[in-house]
């Protein structure tokens, strides 16, 4: 057990880095024109600026739901098949079939892809996942021998409604202009937070500790994980709140509504400046000091690229 712990937590670390690698050149390659002189180092330390400047509290909800979430349903996955071969009473191959269920519901991922496109709120929508989640635990505790179905179920219900729709808006809860950083920070947080669950559920696991008791070893993993998930659904009604109190809702509006805005599409804020339609968006960029050529989404506009 120890071993393959440790092999895990290797390979988490070994996303982190390739996950910030990836950030830096996602960050960079849209604004090499403009900063040809300037360090990977000075533009890191610039980034980080920006980012700290700029963040609301709708990214920080959105970071802790998304790191809690992907903490539970990686380490319940990969310790699943023993949790119900100990406590249901299920073949290890059977246990592996049934705890598998949980990835074979992303089938429908593209259907709630295309609900999510129709309704927006994608806020609802992950909050509705980490809700799931939560009741499915809820529902093996109270009966573990027979719910082992029903908690593979939950699980991958929860799991299709929530990794879409979370992959879909790390963009759209970036800061502007620091999408690639807001993102890499996201994926840091995620592969970390994995890596620590998993030793600390390697910890409760302890068969040293629990040698004459294995039972009590797997319910004290399925508690760890229920106050996990009870976290994520305060973090997740913590991120509907953030999101109705922002400027933009950019979590509320449907895509089809929200390509239209004018600061969604690309548009140069010259142009936007002619048509009158975003002044409020200047202003508000000009009074944090953000050069006029900048975009919301997308960071210097072609007019300033060129």
Known sequence: MSKTIWIAVGISMASVVTSCIQAMVDENEHLDDIYQDESKW???KRKASDFIVKVGAVYWFFA???????????TLTGNGAGLLASLAGFSEKNAIWVIGTVYYFS???PLVNFLVYLTGRRDYWMTAGTLVIMTGLIAYLSSMAVQAYLLTILIGLGFV???????NSMSLVAPPGTRGFATGLLKFLRYTGTGTVALIVGGVLDQERYSMMDSVAWKHMIIFF???AVVAVVTSLGMVWANYYSRDRLLSVPEEQRKKRPWEVGQDVEELQDSGESNWLIQSFSS???PMGYDSINGFSRTEQR
């Open 42 to 44: 000075e533009t890191s």
């Open 64 to 74: 802790a739901t998304y790191l809690l979430v992907f903490c539970i349903i990686t």
């Open 107 to 109: 089938l429908v991922i």
């Open 161 to 167: 409604l929530f990794d879409p729709t979370a992959s």
């Open 226 to 228: 229920l106050v996990l």
């Open 288 to 290: 944090r000091g953000v």
